[in-house]
């Protein structure tokens, strides 16, 4: 049994996006919900395959959360729209299974006079995804005065001939614009998306991909997510979990605090203690996470998660659950958590040193806060487990490296 379809891969994305800027993602929706019509009308796609396209339309602005541009879609489209062009690039290259075509989100901002010349098979896409943009934005903006056929000026020039004729004939066969303003077109972009097809490694790089554009709105989020993955991962091939469990466990670390992107920053990040109603706010990203995961995540995965913060003395929350009524899984990402916020910088304290974590850890055990036998393994193999946290979170910083460094080439080669 899957722990999550290659569909809800989509919505599980789509629904954490949406907790930072709802704005990026309904426009990339309706986007992609333009596109979608477009390529209906050609002949040599398959269904899965306008799936695939219509998912990198829906994400094609999600360099925007990188830039200082998130919060106005004016600016980062036509102000100054290479930086979110590059970073939705790099993010597509680096972070998900679409590396083939992440060039079509890096040139969708290119008049069609203007891109280069270039042997990619995409090159279509890129024309079908800058129209299919515009069309969103100057229909949102306008609302009745909206004419979809006032680009025709411009083709040739700002818009390629081709992709307008086939807005058209979508328009006149499909009526896009009057599911857009009726919110139909959600319907058929869900029935669309049955058509996706991921394999599990690609389930993980999508997932893993999300947490990492999360990263861009805090610091602290990538490094909290390899420590934890990694931590579980360690401990349950100490206590010889089997492959599902393992991968159960695997999708509850990654995807266990995604809730908090819901929770303001300044909340996340505060240089102090937090009041008593801060705490009470921060505590509702279990439910938030249970909103977006419920029904797309297999229930036991999501349990892990939901109980990431119970403690086995009925301390902890939201069902101040105690140790008999919580199993082996959920009682290692208990641990993990923890260590993972004491051995991990944060605003309003320096990490905590190995003494004092096993203090802690030992301390709690002893009281039932955490499984005896989960802190004794962790304990035990202490400095094996953190060297493995620091190789793997090191492999990650290599890689935000490299995207800098792209980022740079890439911007000089755009605007040379």
Sequence with gaps: MELIHSKDIYYVIRDVLKLLDPKIMNHGERTAYILYKMLSLESNLEMYQIAELALIATLHDIGAYKTDYQKDRLAYESKDCIPHSIYGYLFLLYLTPFKDRA?????????????????YEYLDIIHYLNVAEKMDIYSSI????????????????????????????????????AKLSSGEYEKELSELYDYLIFTDDEKRDCLMGLISCVSFRSEYTMADMVTCTHICESIGEKL???DKQQEMLNYAAMLHDAGMCAIPRDIIEAPRSLTEEEMDFLRTHIDVINRILKGKLD????????????????????????????????????VADTVTGLTNPRSYREPKS??????????????CKYSKEVVKIFVKFYDKIMDGVKLKSEEKLSTYRRMVENYEVTYRQIVK
């Design 299 to 334: 229930q036991d995965c999501l349990d892990i998660i939901m109980t990431h913060h119970e403690r086995g003395d009925g301390s902890g929350y939201p069902r101040e659950l105690t140790q008999g009524k919580m199993n082996l899984l959920e009682q290692i990402l208990q």
């Design 142 to 177: 306008m609302g009745s005065k909206f004419d979809h056929m006032m680009f025709n000026k411009q083709a040739g020039s700002k818009y390629s001939p081709k992709a307008l004729e086939l807005l058209y004939q979508a328009e006149k066969r499909y009526g896009i614009f």
């Design 354 to 367: 190995k003494e004092e974590v096993i203090d802690i850890l030992t301390t709690d055990a002893e009281m």
């Design 240 to 242: 010889l979990l089997s």
């Design 103 to 119: 060039k079509i989100v890096l040139y969708h901002h290119t008049d069609y006079n203007r891109l280069p010349r270039m042997d």
